[in-house]
């Protein structure tokens, strides 16, 4: 027997692509993850913003297409910075900057050296210059990760931080637009909703899922998991909870590196219904410091507008709601999205305790040696959080179904 702990996209999509008996786990009456939907009151809402990037993975496009239609989006995203919407990414798009902020920042970025980066720090001072740094990267990626950017190692954003040649530097500064840029110019949303996605594609498995059966712990010497009221046996554990649990939950601890060498943030996403829609663009930044929030965005494909605005929390679950409403009213107005509080028809808060993985040095000497040190224990921890990394839905679907594939290799 194969088990699969979470009916999240990676459980759900290793699954589907086994060719032996399987039976996968999940800890909540409910299938899909953080790439569902959740009810409150009469409104369904995504955990943030969720989009599918098919860029360079046209086969996982054409398989998920089979479960639903997908609306395509070009992205419409901004940075918001000295009181002005600027297309994102700024580095590409200095020609909506002050004279002299704009003239400062091209002369450093003109002048830059091919330079190694030791931290994330040191990467985006040597890509983008001091200026550019403090007016965006710092203040941003400080509040994004809440975490010394000097302890978290460079090179692992995967592409979301593009660093543009110095002649489109000059050319955005002249004043074109680049609106390819990034690893999601174009990304892509189911037609109906994420909810009714994750109902097509798990059709053909529901029989071979439990809800509410939180695995507490793994015997890897016996091969056995534990629920509340249950002990399963397994050939292969394909794994999709955070990497950080599964070492806290693993009963033979001296086998593996302690979950506290893990770092990751935590999230507080705060959905808004409102009356009216008063900008269009599908996400912005928020790098500057009277905004409590690194990130607002609009959800697609609503009848209402809803949008959704997210903040790391630092000590993790406690927020107090009434400040919070407090700081989305001042921020929806300071953004031009509400004239005053009565265009928020409703407001509910969602928070996600392990959002973002964070690169710290830890990362490099742990991560990689505990997945390779599972995989012999007959354990492949799979999905952003499994693996413990940065990747998206469309990542998470292909690396599962390449899981599937080799373990029906080693049946
Ligand atoms: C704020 C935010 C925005 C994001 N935006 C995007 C985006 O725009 N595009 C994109 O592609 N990706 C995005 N992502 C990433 C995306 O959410 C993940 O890639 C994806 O959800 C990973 O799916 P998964 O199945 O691996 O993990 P999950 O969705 O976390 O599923 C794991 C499942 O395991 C279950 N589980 C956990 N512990 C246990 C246990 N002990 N026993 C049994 N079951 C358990 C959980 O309940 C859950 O159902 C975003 C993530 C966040 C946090």
Redesign the pocket.
């Known amino acids: 027997m194969i088990l699969i ?9 290793a699954a589907k692509n086994l060719k032996k008996d399987f039976l996968i ?4 009456g ?7 939907q959740y009810k409150s009151k009469q409104y369904f809402f ?8 098919f860029k360079d993975k046209p086969e996982t496009k054409e398989y998920l297409e089979k479960f639903t239609d997908f609306k395509k989006y070009k992205r419409n995203s901004k940075v918001y910075v000295l009181d002005k919407y600027i297309p994102f990414p700024l580095q590409f798009h200095l020609s909506y900057l002050p004279s002299r902020i704009k003239n400062e920042i091209l002369k450093e970025i003109l002048n830059r050296t091919e330079k190694q980066s030791d931290n994330l720090c040191e990467f985006i001072e040597i890509n983008f210059g001091k200026k550019l740094s403090e007016l965006f990267f710092k203040p941003f990626l400080s509040k994004y990760y809440c975490f010394d950017l000097k302890k978290i190692i460079s090179n692992m954003d995967k592409g979301s931080i593009p660093i543009p040649d110095k002649k489109s530097v000059i050319q955005g500064f002249n004043g074109k637009e680049f609106l390819e840029i990034g690893y ?1 110019p174009n ?1 892509y949303y189911p037609e109906t909703s994420l909810k009714e996605f994750f109902n097509n594609y798990s059709k053909d498995i529901k029989n071979n899922i439990m809800l509410n ?4 712990s793994i015997d890897i010497n016996k091969k056995t998991v534990k ?1 509340k009221n249950n002990v399963f046996q397994y050939k292969f554990l394909i794994n ?3 990497l950080k ?2 070492l806290q ?1 693993i009963k033979q601890k001296n086998n593996f590196p302690s979950h506290t060498k893990l770092s990751n943030t935590s ?1 507080l ?1 705060t959905n808004i219904v409102l009356k009216k829609k008063r900008k269009n663009f599908h996400w912005v930044y928020l790098p500057e410091n009277k905004f409590p929030f690194y990130r607002v965005g609009f959800y697609p494909s609503k009848e209402i507008p809803v949008c959704y605005l ?1 903040k790391t929390l630092i000590n993790k679950i406690k927020h107090n709601k009434a400040n919070l409403l407090k700081d989305t009213i001042i921020t929806l107005k300071k953004l031009n999205l509400i004239e005053n509080k009565n265009e928020i028809l409703y407001f509910d808060t969602k928070v ?1 305790p ?3 993985i964070i690169f710290d040095k830890n990362w490099k000497n742990v991560v990689p040696q505990t997945i390779e040190k599972l995989k012999k224990y007959g354990i492949f921890s ?6 413990w990394n940065y ?6 679907v292909k690396s ?1 179904i390449i899981t599937a594939n080799t373990i029906n290799s080693l049946y």
């Open positions: 702990i979470g009916a999240g996209i990676s459980g759900i999509s786990l999940e800890k909540e409910y299938i899909g993850g953080l790439s569902t995504d955990y943030g913003g969720h989009y599918f990037h999601n990304f059966e939180e695995i507490l629920t999709s909870m955070p649990k599964i939950i999230t996403v997210e996600i392990i959002s973002y799979i999905g952003r959080y499994g693996a990747t998206s839905m469309s990542d998470d599962a």
